[in-house]
């Protein structure tokens, strides 16, 4: 499966750092997923809603390591080139179980 385009939109939030959006085969899009500053470094936060119970679930999400890896991956290529700024002792190491991390 390709990203074939991500598009990065930054913010200036307290921890928001940008809205990113991903085309995958010039075919499927998926929108408002964030990278935000954790306790521990940058991490991609997919999209998600607030249940009745006050827990936040993913609407969309990678479900094997090797892809969302890959998409992490992409997502902070392209928003190096767009801030200008390394990331390498910034980003929160990925982990499957990140699908819950707090929500922004």
């Known amino acids: 499966m390709e990203i074939t385009e991500v598009v990065i939109r930054p913010v200036e939030d307290e921890r928001l750092r940008a809205y990113v959006s991903i085309t995958i085969e010039n075919s499927f899009v998926i929108k408002d997923i964030k990278i935000v500053e954790g306790k521990n470094g940058l991490f991609v936060s997919m999209p998600s809603r607030r249940r009745k119970n006050g827990k936040y679930q993913d609407i969309a999400h990678p479900i094997n ?19 200008g700024e390394s990331l390498v002792e910034k980003r929160e190491i990925s982990n499957e179980d990140a699908v819950t991390k707090e929500a922004v």
Not at 66 to 83: A, N, W
């Open 65 to 83: 390591t090797d892809f969302r890896k890959k998409l992490e991956d992409r997502i902070f290529d392209e928003y190096e080139s767009v801030v």
